[in-house]
């Protein structure tokens, strides 16, 4: 019986895992980088604006490039024309095994024997409900933690714990991996992103474990640590300090949990759906985070049935009506700093009585900072917080490392879904062929 893994490793960068690996001990790492390497390439050119992995994932799930399913924001689901893999794979009696992969849903596959959706996809359950258990803490955390509410907190802590409860052999597991969590809290503290590479060693230990009991012959993890890592703490190129070098660390016994287990004859994927490269000394921009966007509304006098806080600087909120959603969009737009519009805000037919905003300023901010909304002006750092001064930025390119599955050595990103179908031998409908001209990469990644 045929048997995959997809490892979603998101925007790594190949030649930052290759320096890493002539100054630190990386085993699983450097194994990624001997296998056989295809580079992908997306058409999409704009960060936030479709050169997204939550949209250039989706690209992959349903093998179909972003111009024809239509996603653009984090935790957009809608209802796709182009079924995703494993919906495919169950029609033809393939079973499979989901973990954490972006905007995506169980959706019709019968044969998804366990499915964990992303933690801003509030609108998809995780499948066995026990999972749900699982899912809460994170769920809660990445939407609130510049303002964690100790009551909320509290109640995902214990979900988490019941769920834990249950499963003695998932605990002895992820008893290996509390030494190089206490590690990085010992040596760096309790911040995000020794939370984010601690979150993918737990991630990784849990999905092992219901591949493990589930047996399904193509299964997919996400891990997104190293895409904070570049984006956040990234050092200049051709250096490293010990934080970056921790989350390689984490990252590195991380593959290491996912490949320890494959069957003889497994193959593996590997691959970033897109690069980021290093913009230290190159680029100025701050990300500046909403604190608590319910507050925020309830100060601006907008009102909504509620709010959903995402991954960085953006949020959905949902209205009553139709007409409420779009005042609220003419509002927000107008919002500036000395006349410079400061929110992206969106509203979608397809998508009634809900806008998706997103704050779209990038430059340095005095403490007595205002913005202007609506004719009053309102203290900017009472509502938002300069996070990171960003270290990495998105690329068109890709990359693909594999063994057992044969790739072209370039390609559309989204043509691996249907290299995946006929592996498991699934008729996959014409997919787009790689064109040269004007969207021929240049170079895969930026060189340390």
Not at 18 to 35: E, F, T
Not at 80 to 106: C, D, F, K, Y
Not at 313 to 321: G, Q, V, Y
Request: charged share 20%; proline share 4%.
């Amino acid at each position: 019986m045929k048997k995959l893994i997809l490892i979603a490793l998101n925007e790594f960068n190949a030649a930052f895992f290759r320096h890493a690996c002539k100054v630190a001990d990386l085993p699983n790492i450097s194994q990624l980088l001997s296998m056989q390497h295809s580079r992908t390439w997306t058409d999409d050119k704009v960060e936030r604006k479709g050169l997204d992995p939550w949209v250039q994932w989706v690209s992959i799930h349903t093998g179909t490039p972003s111009s024809q399913h239509g996603i653009r924001h984090l935790g957009d689901v809608p209802n796709l024309s182009s079924p995703q893999l494993w919906e495919r794979l169950s029609e033809h009696g393939v079973s499979s095994g989901i973990w954490g992969a972006m905007n995506a849903t169980r959706g019709s596959a019968e044969q998804c024997h366990f499915f964990l959706p992303d933690p801003w996809t509030l609108s998809e359950p995780a499948f066995p409900s026990e999972l749900n258990n699982l899912l809460a803490l994170p769920r809660y955390y990445s939407r609130n933690y510049l303002e964690v509410g100790k009551l909320e907190l509290t109640k995902s802590l214990g979900k988490l714990l019941l769920f834990l409860l249950t499963k003695p052999t998932l605990i002895m597991r992820l008893l290996r991996v509390i030494p190089l969590a206490v590690k990085g809290v010992a040596k760096f503290g309790l911040n995000n992103q020794v939370l984010f590479s601690v979150f993918d060693l737990v991630s990784a230990t849990a999905f092992f474990y219901y591949k493990k009991s589930r047996h399904p012959q193509f299964s997919l993890v996400f891990l997104n640590s190293i895409a904070h890592v570049q984006h956040n703490i990234w050092c200049a190129e051709g250096t490293l300090d010990e934080h970056c070098l921790y989350a390689l660390e984490a990252i590195d016994r991380s593959l290491g949990i996912l490949t320890e287990g494959l069957e003889n004859d497994e193959s593996v994927v590997v691959m970033n759906a897109l690069n980021q490269r290093n913009i230290v000394g190159k680029k100025h921009e701050i990300l500046y985070r909403q604190i608590n966007p319910a507050r925020f509304l309830d100060e601006v006098g907008i009102r909504y049935n509620s709010v959903e806080q995402l991954m960085t600087n953006d949020a959905h909120i949902l209205f009553e009506t139709n007409d409420s959603a779009i005042n609220a969009r003419n509002v927000l737009a107008g919002a500036s700093i000395d006349g410079q519009p400061i929110f992206d805000v969106e509203y979608s037919d397809s998508t009634p009585r809900k806008l998706f905003f997103q704050l779209e300023y990038w430059q340095d901010l005095p403490d007595n900072a205002q913005f202007l909304l609506a004719g009053k002006n309102y203290p900017f750092f009472e509502h938002f917080e300069a996070v990171v001064k960003r270290t990495g930025e998105h690329l068109q390119d890709g990359d693909a490392y594999c063994r057992g599955l044969e790739l072209p050595d370039k390609l559309y990103n989204h043509e691996v879904q249907h290299h995946i179908l006929q592996y498991f031998d699934i008729e996959a409908s014409t997919s787009t062929q790689f064109r040269s001209g004007s969207s021929e990469p240049t170079e895969a990644s930026a060189a340390l």
